[in-house]
């Protein structure tokens, strides 16, 4: 007698819940111009001696923890750059099949961290050639209801801006990344 209540207010709360999570999904893709979001800091900087360019990611929410769902960090080469809605690249990293994208040339998971001061943080080196070209991915690992904010790291507008410059590019509230 008392289950369709019971089964009423079951499914009423799974159907709150489902909106819920979904309102806490979202995207961005980061470059100078935009402020850096919480917990997030880039360092762009040239190294002559080698004409390749040395990223440095420090996101409290990456890490290679293998009993959370946290975030990783992908570098993803193009033949031909990405635009709009192509920037977002969940998808892509977490399909099987990685080959339907004929622009895309290479998709590496960056599983190395280094620590400074008891920070973790992720460092990429990219050739000066591929680097107008050149993306980092940050989101979860495996399929998730709630991915939280996931981001594309727009790396040829660092690059862009850098040549304006001829200076390190330091965006975030990370003081480590002084240290680097």
Excluded at 4 to 19: A, D, E, H, N
Excluded at 112 to 125: D, N, Y
């Amino acid at each position: 007698m008392h289950s369709k209540p019971i089964k009423f207010l079951l499914l009423l709360l799974l159907s709150v819940s489902f909106g819920v999570t979904a309102a806490w999904s979202s995207f961005k893709v980061l470059t100078p111009a935009i402020k850096m979001p919480n917990g997030v800091s880039l360092s762009f900087e040239y190294l002559k001696h080698s004409e390749k360019f040395k990223i440095v990611l420090i996101d409290e929410r990456v890490t290679a923890h293998k009993n959370l769902v946290m975030k990783s960090a992908w570098l993803v080469l193009t033949n031909d750059g990405l635009k709009g809605g192509e920037l977002n690249l969940r998808s892509f990293v977490l399909s099987d099949q990685k080959y339907g994208n004929r622009n895309i040339m290479l998709t590496s998971r960056i599983s190395e961290q280094f620590t400074i001061g008891g920070q973790p943080f992720l460092k990429v080196i990219v050739a000066k050639d591929l680097i107008e070209k050149a993306y980092i991915f940050v989101g979860p690992s495996r399929r998730i209801t709630d991915g939280g904010l996931t981001y594309t790291i727009d790396l040829s507008e660092f690059y862009a801006k850098y040549r304006l410059t001829n200076k390190r590019i330091l965006l975030g509230k990370n003081k480590a990344l002084y240290q680097l």
